[in-house]
C-alpha cells in the first residue's frame, strides 16, 4: 500500500509515527515527581479549598484526607477524589476540625511520594440561644443569656456577645459588647440596665459573633409604674 503513495508522505508519516512512539515511551518511563506548593487557599466552617503546582509527568492527582484525631487513632487517610486540576474543594466537613491531607500524583509507571497539610475548619457560626428579662422595676432590669448552640448542636465559639436598645419606632443603639470565648458549660450572661422610664416598652437585641457569622435574639420588656 506504502509503494502507491507519494515518497515525500510516507517519509512525514513515518515522522509522525516515530514521535508518538517516542513521546508514548518519555512518558511511560518516568514517574511522576511529588506535588508542590501543596496549601489552602479558602476556608470556611464546613470546606477546604487546596491547590498546588503541576506536578511532571502526571496523569492524575489522588487528594486524601483523614481528621487529625482520627489518624492519631489509628485510621487511614479515604480518598476524597482524583483531579486532572491543581486544586480541589473539599466539602461537607466539620466545623471546628483538624483534617490532614494527602496529596499524590500518578501516572501509569506508578505513584509520586505524596505532599502532606494540616487545616482545622473554622467553627460554625453562633446559633440559637435564651434570652429572657428579670428583676423588672420602674427604673430598671437585668438581661439574661444563655451560651449559644452552632448548627450542629454543639456549644458555639463566640468572640463577643454585642448588646443593643431601642425604643419604639427607633433604630436599635449599642449599648455595651461582652467578651465571648471557647464555651463555657452552665453558662449565662447577665447584664443590668438601669436609670430607665417608668412605664416604658423597651426592645433589646444580643447578637452573638464569630469569625464565621452571627445570630441575633430580641424580646421586650415594659418597666413597672
Known amino acids: 500500500m506504502l509503494k502507491n503513495l507519494p515518497l515525500l508522505l510516507v517519509i512525514e508519516l513515518a515522522l509522525l509515527l516515530s514521535a508518538c512512539d517516542e513521546s508514548s515511551a518519555n512518558l511511560s518511563s518516568q514517574q511522576p515527581e511529588s506535588p508542590t506548593a ?15 503546582k503541576p506536578s511532571p509527568n502526571t496523569q492524575v492527582y489522588l487528594l486524601e484526607h483523614v481528621p487529625a484525631t482520627s489518624l492519631v487513632l489509628g485510621d487511614d487517610y479515604e480518598e476524597v477524589a482524583r483531579v486532572t486540576e491543581t486544586n480541589y474543594v473539599d466539602e461537607n466537613l466539620k ?34 440561644f435564651r434570652l429572657e428579662m428579670t428583676n423588672v422595676t420602674s427604673s430598671g432590669l437585668h438581661i439574661v ?14 468572640s463577643a456577645f454585642i ?8 433604630d436599635y443603639t449599642k449599648i455595651a459588647e461582652i467578651a465571648g470565648g471557647e464555651p463555657e458549660a452552665g453558662y449565662q450572661g447577665q447584664y443590668v440596665l438601669s436609670n430607665l422610664k417608668p412605664k416604658t416598652i423597651y426592645t433589646y437585641r444580643i447578637t ?7 445570630s441575633s435574639r430580641e424580646v421586650n420588656a415594659q418597666t413597672l409604674p
Open 38 to 52: 501543596f496549601l489552602a487557599e479558602t476556608i470556611t466552617d464546613t470546606t477546604i479549598e487546596v491547590s498546588w
Open 95 to 128: 466545623s471546628r476540625t483538624r483534617y490532614s491531607y494527602r496529596l499524590s500524583a500518578l501516572n501509569n509507571k506508578g505513584q509520586s511520594k505524596p505532599a502532606y497539610l494540616l487545616v482545622d475548619t473554622k467553627p460554625a457560626k453562633p446559633g440559637v
Open 145 to 158: 443569656w444563655s451560651w449559644p448552640a452552632d448548627s450542629e448542636g454543639q456549644a458555639s465559639t463566640v
Open 163 to 170: 448588646i443593643e436598645s431601642k425604643l419604639s419606632g427607633d
Open 208 to 214: 452573638a459573633v464569630n469569625e464565621t457569622g452571627f
